[in-house]
């Protein structure tokens, strides 16, 4: 079974202050893991994926296959980091996608 | 170019109502999706259609249909509208394959009340 799991409903940090958001995840083969961000009122889109090792916006975001875990980072939050986060998972080849509950990251200035 | 369209972006139906939500992408994608999003529960797969002319069941299937109209076009149909059915609807497309990772793209979304 493939399941993805953010244990965080809700998270508030100052502004300033590192943050990080938990994912993990379960799945039988070699998934594909991304993090998506829904700011208010907008659409989701894709903030990152495990492939391309990049940073956005200054989050990253490391694949642990020992611990399989996806967490997301940033030294320091931002007022406009305030948002909806989600991990996902997809399977290589597969075109199911599968979401984490989400966590709803709120920065205080 | 658009991306991912849905119409419409509201609509509040009274319970046994049916309305199609329209979805259309322009990136020539093969893969299209329907997720409903609910508080605490994230997003959730209803429907899926790899490639044009099929369609397959995702997590919450039941209560719903769907029509791959062409490549461009997926549509998700509330038959006979139910209370539970009130969420977010948000349409996505890809273009997945071997090798290739999985992006999806997308829309805006429909926020559907049943009364």
């Known amino acids: 079974a493939q399941r993805v799991t953010q244990p965080e409903k809700l998270l508030s940090v100052f502004k300033g202050a590192p943050v990080e958001l938990k994912c993990n995840y379960s799945y039988s083969g070699s998934p594909e893991l991304f993090w998506y961000v829904q700011y208010s009122r907008q659409r989701l889109q894709l903030l990152l994926r495990?492939?391309s090792r990049e940073s956005i916006k200054g989050f990253t975001a490391d694949l642990n296959k020992g611990e399989t875990s996806f967490h997301l980072k940033k030294p320091f939050a931002q007022e406009e980091d305030s948002a909806m986060y989600y991990c996902a998972l997809s399977g290589f080849t597969g075109n199911q996608f599968y979401f984490g509950t989400g966590t709803s990251l709120t920065v205080i200035p | 170019n658009a991306g991912v369209t849905q119409t419409p972006k509201f609509q509040v139906l009274k319970t046994g109502q049916s309305m199609t939500l329209q979805c259309a992408q322009d990136m020539n994608h093969n893969s299209m999706y329907w997720y409903r999003q609910d508080p605490g529960m994230g997003l959730r797969l209803i429907y899926y259609?790899?490639?044009?002319?099929?369609?397959d069941k995702g997590e919450v299937p039941n209560g719903y249909n769907v029509s791959r109209l062409n490549k461009r076009e997926f549509s998700l149909r509330l038959e006979s509208a139910a209370p539970s059915q009130t969420s977010v609807y948000f349409c996505?497309?890809?273009?997945?394959?071997?090798?290739?990772?999985?992006?999806?793209?997308f829309g805006p979304g429909t926020r559907l009340t049943v009364l």
């Open positions: 259609s790899a490639s044009e002319g099929t369609t």
């Open positions: 495990h492939i």
């Open positions: 996505a497309s890809s273009n997945p394959g071997q090798g290739t990772y999985n992006e999806q793209f």
